[in-house]
């Protein structure tokens, strides 16, 4: 799915579900300032079409494991292509801030999805790194057979990676229990 079209249906989703989409004070280290989300709500259309454009960006820059810093320089070429693309956000700081806003989508549709299916499995694989600290990554298998009882649509997601003391069955058990 196109991440413009991710990030619209998102927005219909929050306004459909009455879910603000304004972050809680406390996520605000100033009280006094705006968050994002609060200042795209006062945007022109004009305004608002560039921030989806930067939204876009920062998908890309995520969706292909890019370093932040890259997104600086694809906002700059864009600008160099006469793209309206504004002034404003176009650091690798808002790259991460837009970057976290897909991810809170991600999770909260996974978590909606899963919600609704009807079987699941929970698949985990675990490595080591060089500083022998334990990683164990974890998916999940899932379909609802019910939402359409015509075709079949598995899916294999990712959900976490999380560091655990000890590998063991306690460990992994325990790191699988914290994300349900």
């Known amino acids: 799915m196109c991440h413009k079209r991710a990030y619209e ?5 929050m306004e459909a ?8 004070e406390a996520d605000v ?21 560039q921030i989806k454009k930067k939204m876009e960006v920062s998908y890309f820059v995520a969706k292909n494991e890019l370093p932040y810093t890259l997104y600086e320089k694809i906002i700059n070429l864009e600008k160099h292509h006469n793209v309206d693309i504004g002034d404003t956000y176009i650091n690798s700081n808002q790259c991460g801030i837009f970057i976290d806003y897909h ?13 609704s299916a009807k079987f699941y499995s929970v698949l985990t694989d675990g490595s080591t790194d060089s500083y022998t600290i334990e990683k164990e990554v ?12 015509d075709r079949v649509d598995v899916k294999l997601t990712f959900l976490y990676v999380k560091d655990i003391p000890k590998a063991d069955a306690i460990g ?5 229990e914290k994300k349900f």
Request: hydrophobic share 35%.
């Open 138 to 149: 974890i998916y999940v298998l899932y379909f609802d057979p019910i939402s359409n009882p």
């Open 17 to 24: 579900s009455g879910t603000s989409l304004v972050r809680s």
């Open 172 to 176: 992994v058990k325990s790191a699988i």
């Open 103 to 115: 991810g809170e989508y991600l999770a909260d549709k996974l978590k909606k999805d899963l919600c």
């Open 29 to 49: 280290q100033d009280s006094s300032q705006q968050t994002i989300t609060q200042s795209f709500s006062q945007y022109s259309a004009i305004q608002e079409a």
């Open 9 to 13: 249906l998102y927005v219909a989703e």
